[in-house]
């Protein structure tokens, strides 16, 4: 058995909270590039919630100075708790990872044992906001089962079914999960999921993901996709869902809507195209400039959407510096 407490480089607690009674627990595993996002979710989490006492977990390999002045302040100005726990991620370096899921995305795992004295804690991915009241999630019944998730897309659910071997399952994406903490350490969940990526690596395409739908079969209690709206997967205008039923909208596809080319981008909308930005000029993090695309494929599909808007002389810009970057590789 793993011992987490040998991961815990430091913790930091930033206590704001006036009243510690019925507290929702929320829990974010991420790394140096998505602190802004992270920021963000927290913030749409307060506002659309202000009767709620929060008390939200960071989990991060390193954090600058000027990163965790910022969350001090966020929680200060919101009346929250944050604790920031610094993870040392040599362990975590066995285990597969890919440019869209760096080794970040396990520390959900170890979150039950960081959090062993609690019943219930509420995983959210970083690029997830909520933009509703969510007493109905927070109120969400486990019940006997070690976790509640929202069903992924039928076409990945189809995909990662027949790949990890999975009958008769329903398959959840993992960024939005409610946890039974007691349940899950009760049954050595994190030792399962290691030893089950370990034995197999290529197996797990989708990584944390895979592994926890493989391991969790038939204890999950699947929960309606308001509770974590794809946006980019699922077509608004062709949806019956309406943008006030949805609960925790998750932005999935890329760019993000802090990237350059956000504006412009398919994913982005009427209703959309400026609703993180809305949230994050709430942070300490607002007026951040767009984040440049990490990938030469990137730079491409910019240079694309910006010809289809009509920004011909930007959209050859960006071509040249696709194919200068390409060179590069």
């Known amino acids: ?31 140096s590039n998505y602190i802004r996002c992270c920021a963000t979710s927290i913030i749409s989490f307060c506002k659309n919630n202000p009767q709620e006492n929060f008390h939200f977990y960071i989990m991060i390999s390193n954090l600058d100075e000027i990163s965790k ?3 001090h302040l ?11 726990y610094e993870i040392d991620i040599s362990f975590f370096k066995q285990l597969p990872s890919r440019l869209a899921f760096p080794l970040p995305t396990y520390f959900r795992f170890i979150l039950p044992s960081i959090l062993k004295d609690l019943d219930k804690v509420f995983y959210i991915d970083a690029d997830v906001i909520c933009i509703n009241n969510a007493s109905e999630f927070f109120n969400t019944k486990l019940n006997t089962n070690i976790i509640a998730a929202v069903p992924d897309t039928i076409d990945t659910a189809t995909n990662r079914n027949n790949d990890l071997g999975l ?7 993992a ?3 409610i946890i039974n903490i007691k349940k899950w350490n009760l049954l050595n969940i994190f030792d399962k999921l290691i030893k089950e990526i370990l034995t197999d690596p290529k197996k797990f395409y989708m990584l944390d993901q895979d592994a926890l739908n493989l391991i969790l079969t038939q204890k999950i209690a699947y929960l309606p996709k308001k509770f974590n709206y794809f946006n980019g997967f699922y077509p608004w205008h062709k949806d019956s869902i309406t943008n006030k039923e949805i609960i925790l909208l998750h932005f999935t596809s ?7 080319g956000w504006e412009v981008s398919s994913m982005s909308n009427d209703y959309n195209r400026d609703l993180y930005k809305t949230y994050e000029n709430q942070t300490p993090w607002k007026n951040a400039s767009p984040v440049y695309p990490k990938h030469y494929r990137r730079l491409r599909i910019y240079s694309q959407d910006l010809y289809h808007h009509g920004y011909y002389l930007s959209s050859i810009k960006y071509y040249i510096l696709y194919l200068l970057t390409k060179l590069k590789k």
Request: no cysteine.
């Open 69 to 71: 002045n910022k969350f």
């Open 175 to 177: 960024g939005v999960i």
């Open 1 to 31: 058995m793993y011992h987490i407490e040998k991961s815990i480089k430091n913790i930091i607690n930033y206590s704001f909270l006036p009243d510690t009674s019925n507290i929702i627990h929320i829990g974010y595993g991420i790394d």
């Open 74 to 84: 966020l929680a200060k100005q919101n009346s929250i708790n944050i604790t920031i």
């Open 167 to 173: 009958k008769n399952h329903i398959y959840f994406n």
């Open 254 to 260: 890329s760019p993000k809507p802090w990237d350059l």
